[in-house]
């Protein structure tokens, strides 16, 4: 979905950082585009480009543990058993800042500005699908459908209810 929603806002002809993990997928023609691999260069990576952002858009479920030790080699088989031990990750959204920030948060869990809502547990939808199904969830308690399509339509509509929150934040605050 992050993808479609890159794309979609560069259609919409907006400036877009994609910071991506390893993924399957084209990279979004336009899009400034920043790799990274763990948990703690995504951390890194979201607050590194914060002050450049209007609207933050976390689709992504990072992880929320990461090993204690990283070995910088293969770990060789051995006739023990091997136990590895996991420490929470940093919570990005967590580390954001509270209160009146300049950008607006949009995510796929609790504690943004605005939450995405889709069905994991359908087949059909979500994850692994071209389709899907959102629910948008906004801080005043309004809600918005939008049925089942593909991503690329709905990544479009949720470009233009972002765009438009934004702008009536930004006009409360005048």
Known sequence: MGYAIAEAA????????LISGPVNLDRPRGAHFISIVTSDEMHDAVHRHLRDCDILVMCGAVADYKPAKVSAQKIKKGHEPLSLELIPARDILASLPKGDRRF???????????????DVSRADSGMESDANEVTIFFRNGETETIPRVSKKIIARALVKIFTNSREKRLTKKM
């Open 10 to 17: 560069l259609a919409a002809g907006h400036e877009v950082t």
């Open 104 to 118: 607006l948060v949009v995510g796929f869990v609790k504690n943004c500005d605005i939450i995405v809502a889709n």
